[in-house]
């Protein structure tokens, strides 16, 4: 609610003052006081506010009114809605009363469609059982038949049979077999700090035999300025083993003392 309206509402005797000057000029015409151009000036300011205020009366009266008439007009819409929706809805409920009762009477046309279906027991006659006719032979054609088969078919299977065998055998023959391998890794260790290290590890790697491979070498310190040869090696399992390795080697004297085996793994 607005301020004009607040104002509208309140119980104030805005004329108390009109009123006030009324009476005091009515005493002073009885008393015969003659009234002043200052007085006659007031009355008129006085006359004038009344005026003004009995005008702002009357616009908050008629913008109360006005309000009043607004909401009035909100509600007859409101009312108009409600009322298209409430047909709306009569009418949605109309449409499906309709498909129930279409529903109620498809259901109960079903029902009276399968109640003779049920009362009614079909009998079938069971088919006379018809007993395995038992054929004649002749002795004749027992003779015939042979019951231990022919060496004829016997032979073909014996043949078909080394066929394959030998066949498994070619295509198991052409797989490469595994070869067992180690990777060798020897200590060769000279006499002193004098033997020539090269010449050493010529003669080591002189050696040569069917499944030797050599490798990579290095020269490791072991101390008083002795180094001793580390070699690696890699060899076929069935063809070279450790104690020929060691024996091949220390046949050089002059310059081998000794030989290790620092590391083996297989491949």
């Known amino acids: ?49 009344a005026k003004a205020r009995q005008n702002i009366q009357q616009s908050l009266a008629g913008s109360q009114n006005a309000s009043k008439s607004e909401d009035q007009s909100e509600l007859v819409s409101r009312l108009k809605s409600l009322e298209l929706d409430n047909k709306n809805l009569h009418k949605v409920v109309d449409d499906l009363r309709a498909v129930l009762s279409k529903l109620e009477s498809r259901m109960a046309v079903l029902e009276k469609s399968q109640a003779p279906a049920s009362k009614t027991v079909t009998v079938t006659k069971a088919a006379p059982v018809q007993k395995p006719k038992v054929e004649e032979h002749n002795d004749a054609d027992d003779d015939d038949i042979d019951l231990f088969g022919s060496d004829e078919e016997d032979e073909e299977a014996e043949r078909i049979k080394a066929e394959r065998v030998k066949e498994y055998a070619q295509r198991k023959a052409k797989k490469p077999a595994l070869i067992a391998k180690s990777s060798i890794l020897l200590d060769v260790k000279p006499w002193d700090d004098e033997t020539d290290m090269s010449k050493l590890e010529e003669c080591v790697r002189s050696i040569q035999m069917d499944g030797l491979l050599w490798g990579a070498s290095k020269l490791v310190p072991v101390g008083y300025g002795i180094k001793k040869l580390q070699i690696s090696c890699v060899v076929e399992d069935d063809k070279v083993g450790t104690d020929i390795l060691e024996e091949e080697i220390t046949t050089f004297e002059d310059y081998v003392q000794s030989v290790d085996i620092a590391a083996f793994n297989k491949i």
């Open 1 to 49: 609610m607005s301020g004009l309206q607040g104002l509208a509402q309140e119980n104030i005797w805005f004329d108390k003052s009109r009123y006030d000057e009324a009476e005091r000029r009515f005493y002073e015409d009885m008393n015969g006081i003659p009234q002043t151009s200052q007085e006659r000036d007031a009355s008129a300011i006085l006359q004038d506010i």
